[in-house]
């Protein structure tokens, strides 16, 4: 990937920091087992993450982790 900068005569090529493979650990409340299991991780670590977001992984939207471990979480909405 790169940025070019119309604004010069300078293009600037930034290549972006590789973060790994990411992995769906949740999707729309379902606890993803098998991508748990290639990480060596269990659903109580699981839990432990979802926490930190004032959650339980089952009220998830999506929980992604990526390869330098960090984790995206993202809370489903209420339904009206």
């Keep these: ?3 070019l900068n119309r604004s010069s005569d300078l293009d ?3 290549m972006p920091e590789y973060e ?3 992995y769906d650990l949740v999707i729309d409340g379902k ?5 748990l299991n290639k990480l060596d991780k269990s659903y109580e ?3 432990t993450q979802t926490e930190k977001f004032q959650m339980k992984p089952e009220e998830a939207l999506i929980v992604t982790v ?3 471990g960090d ?5 489903k ?4």
């Design 12 to 14: 600037f090529n930034i």
């Design 20 to 22: 790994g493979i990411s």
């Design 1 to 3: 990937a790169f940025l």
């Design 71 to 75: 984790i995206f979480c993202q809370k």
């Design 77 to 80: 909405q209420k339904r009206k």
């Design 45 to 47: 670590w699981l839990k």
């Design 31 to 35: 606890v993803m087992q098998d991508n």
């Design 66 to 68: 990526n390869g330098k």
